[in-house]
C-alpha cells in the first residue's frame, strides 16, 4: 500500500514540476530576456530571482495537496472531479509562459492569468470537501497567482503600445519579406553586407579595438547605418575617447535603441530603424558634458561628408490602411520622417 502512495507522490510530482518545465523551455531564449526587459514594469515587481525558489515552493505545495486528494481513491465523493479541476487548473498554469514569453502577447496571458485564478479557485474549494488540509496547501499559489495577475494587468497596462506592436511586428516581418523578395534594391532591401560587417551587425560581434575605419576619422558629416542607411550620428557629437572605437556623446534623436545586452551587464545599442547592432552606451564616465559614450563599431557604419548630405523633401500619399503605412515607411530607408494619421489624430515618427 506504500508503494503505491510512493508511486502515486512521485506521479504528482512529475505531472506538477513537468508542467513547470514546459513553461521553462520558454526562457532559453535570449530575445526573452531582452523584450521582458525592456517592458516597463510597475513598482510591485519582486526582482527577477524570487520567481524561481517561489514557484519550486509552490509546485511541491501543489503536488502534495493533489497527492493528498488523490490518495483518499478515486471513489471518494468528488475526488474525480476534484482532479479534473486541478489538471485543468495546471494546463492554463503551463500556457503562461508559452503565451507571455513565447508569443509576447501580455494582453492573452492576463485572460489566461484570470482564468487560472478562477481555476484554482474552484479547485481549492473542492478539495476542501475531501481534505482541508490539501486545500490549504493551495492558499499560497492561489494567493501569488493572484499577485502575479496584478502583475501582468499593470504590465498591460504600463506597456499598451507593445500589445499591439507584436501583432504588427508579425505582420510587418511577413510583408517585408514578400517585399524584399519583390524589390530592386534600391526601395526596402537592405544593404547586401559582407562577412566581417554581418558578423558585427547581425550576429552583434566586436570589431578589433584601434582598428575601424571611423576610430580617428575627423570629417564633417553624418554617420549612417550601414545595414539600412539610418542616419544615426554627426561629427558633431564625435569625440576622441582613446577607447579604441569611434565614440559619440549623442545620437540623432530618436535614431538609436538602447536595451539590455544579453551579457545582462552592458547597454547594447542597436538602429533603431533595421535593428541592427551598433556597440554599447556607457554612461558616468564624466569624458563630456553629455557624459555619455556610443562606443560604436565603425563596420556598422557608413559616412556621408557635410556637402553630400541631401535635403529633405515632401511627398504626400493617400491610402486606406493606417497600419499598412506605418509598417511600409518606416521600413523606406529614404524616408526620414514620416505623419500617419488615424480617425483625424496625427503621429508623427522620425524614421531617420
Ligand atoms: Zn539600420
Known amino acids: 500500500m506504500k508503494g503505491i502512495q510512493a508511486i502515486k507522490l512521485i506521479i504528482s510530482l512529475v505531472v506538477c514540476f513537468g508542467a513547470s518545465g514546459l513553461g521553462a523551455l520558454f526562457m532559453a531564449d535570449d530575445s526573452v530576456t531582452n523584450w521582458y526587459a525592456q517592458l516597463q514594469k510597475p513598482n510591485i515587481t519582486p526582482p527577477d530571482w524570487v520567481f524561481g525558489p517561489a514557484w519550486t515552493i509552490l509546485y511541491l505545495l501543489m503536488s502534495i495537496s493533489v497527492f493528498l486528494v488523490w490518495n483518499k481513491g478515486l471513489d471518494y465523493p468528488k475526488v474525480k472531479l476534484a482532479i479534473g479541476l486541478f489538471l485543468i487548473q495546471l494546463a492554463l498554469n503551463a500556457?503562461?509562459?508559452p503565451i507571455f514569453f513565447g508569443f509576447h502577447s501580455i494582453l492573452l496571458a492576463l485572460i489566461d492569468i484570470?482564468?487560472?485564478f478562477i481555476a484554482i479557485l474552484a479547485t481549492l474549494l473542492v478539495f476542501k470537501n475531501i481534505s482541508f488540509f490539501a486545500s490549504m496547501l493551495l492558499v499560497p499559489y492561489l494567493l501569488w497567482v493572484g499577485y502575479a495577475a496584478i502583475l501582468n494587468g499593470s504590465i498591460c497596462y504600463l506597456n499598451q503600445q507593445e500589445l499591439f506592436?507584436?501583432?504588427?511586428?508579425?505582420?510587418?516581418?511577413?510583408?517585408?519579406?514578400?517585399?524584399?523578395?519583390?524589390?530592386?534594391?534600391?526601395?526596402?532591401?537592405?544593404?547586401?553586407?559582407?562577412p566581417e560587417e554581418e558578423a558585427i551587425i547581425i550576429n552583434k560581434g566586436t570589431e578589433k579595438p584601434f582598428s575601424g575605419e571611423y576610430y580617428k576619422h575627423r570629417e564633417k558629416g553624418v554617420y549612417i547605418c550601414k545595414r539600412c542607411n539610418a542616419e544615426l550620428f554627426t561629427s558633431e557629437d564625435k569625440f576622441d575617447s582613446s577607447c579604441g572605437w569611434p565614440s559619440f556623446d549623442d545620437s540623432i534623436p530618436e535614431t538609436v535603441k538602447c536595451q539590455l545586452d544579453k551579457d545582462g551587464i552592458r547597454t547594447e545599442i542597436i538602429c533603431n530603424n533595421c535593428g541592427g547592432h551598433l556597440g554599447h552606451i556607457f554612461t558616468?564616465?564624466?569624458?563630456?558634458?553629455?557624459?555619455a559614450r556610443y562606443c560604436v563599431n565603425s563596420l556598422s557604419l557608413s559616412f556621408i561628408p557635410s556637402g553630400k548630405v541631401q535635403k529633405?523633401?515632401?511627398?504626400?500619399?493617400?491610402?486606406?490602411?493606417?497600419?499598412?503605412?506605418?509598417?511600409?515607411?518606416?521600413?523606406?530607408r529614404r524616408c526620414k520622417i514620416y505623419q500617419s494619421w488615424l480617425y483625424g489624430r496625427a503621429q508623427t515618427k522620425p524614421n531617420l
Do not use: H
Open 165 to 194: 506592436s507584436v501583432s504588427s511586428q508579425k505582420i510587418n516581418n511577413t510583408i517585408m519579406k514578400g517585399l524584399e523578395m519583390k524589390a530592386d534594391g534600391d526601395s526596402v532591401a537592405f544593404n547586401k553586407l559582407t
Open 312 to 332: 529633405l523633401q515632401n511627398a504626400y500619399f493617400a491610402g486606406g490602411c493606417f497600419l499598412g503605412g506605418r509598417i511600409f515607411f518606416p521600413k523606406y
Open 284 to 291: 558616468g564616465e564624466e569624458l563630456t558634458a553629455k557624459n
Open 95 to 97: 500556457i503562461w509562459t
Open 114 to 116: 484570470i482564468l487560472l
